[in-house]
C-alpha cells in the first residue's frame, strides 16, 4: 500500500527539487524565505561557508509593532523592505532567490516584490 503524502511533505520534496538547482556563493548568496501560518523568515545564505549573511522576520520588534491593523501580504513587505536594507549595509546587491518549495505568490511573492524595490537584484 502506498503512503499518502502530506502538503507539508509535497513542499519538502519541491524544495529538495530546487535546492538541487539554486545554491548561494559569496558574489550571490541566496535569499532564503519559510512561511508559517503566521509569521515569515527571511534570510541571505552563502552556502559556501554556510553563513547567514542578514536576517529579517515578521517576529522582529521593528516589524512586530507595525502589526496591528496589517494584512499578512502586507507585514512580507515590510520584511522584504527591512532584509533588502539589511543586505544593503552588508553590500550584497545580488542574489538568488530560494522559495523554500511555496508557490510563488502571496506573501513569498510580495517579501520577493519588496526586496526587488528595495535594491535587491534576482
Same mark, same amino acid.
Request: a positive charge; proline letters at 0%.
Given at each position: 500500500m502506498r503512503k499518502v503524502r502530506t502538503s507539508r511533505e509535497h513542499r519538502l520534496v519541491r524544495h529538495r527539487r530546487v535546492r538541487y538547482? !539554486?545554491?548561494g556563493t559569496q558574489e550571490r548568496p541566496r535569499l532564503a524565505v519559510f512561511r508559517s501560518l503566521s509569521h515569515i523568515y527571511s534570510q541571505i545564505i552563502?552556502?559556501?561557508?554556510?553563513?547567514?549573511m542578514a536576517a529579517a522576520s515578521s517576529l522582529e520588534p521593528d516589524v512586530r509593532n507595525q502589526r496591528?491593523?496589517?494584512?499578512k501580504i502586507q507585514?512580507?513587505?515590510? !520584511?522584504?523592505t527591512l532584509l533588502a536594507s539589511?543586505?544593503?549595509?552588508?553590500?550584497?546587491?545580488?542574489?538568488?532567490f530560494d522559495r523554500g518549495g511555496f508557490k510563488y505568490h502571496g506573501r513569498i511573492r510580495a517579501l520577493a516584490d519588496a526586496a526587488r524595490e528595495g535594491g535587491l537584484d534576482f
Open positions: 538547482r !539554486v545554491s552563502d552556502d559556501a561557508e554556510q553563513r547567514t496591528v491593523g496589517k494584512s507585514i512580507a513587505k515590510e !520584511v522584504g539589511r543586505s544593503k549595509e552588508h553590500g550584497i546587491s545580488r542574489v538568488v
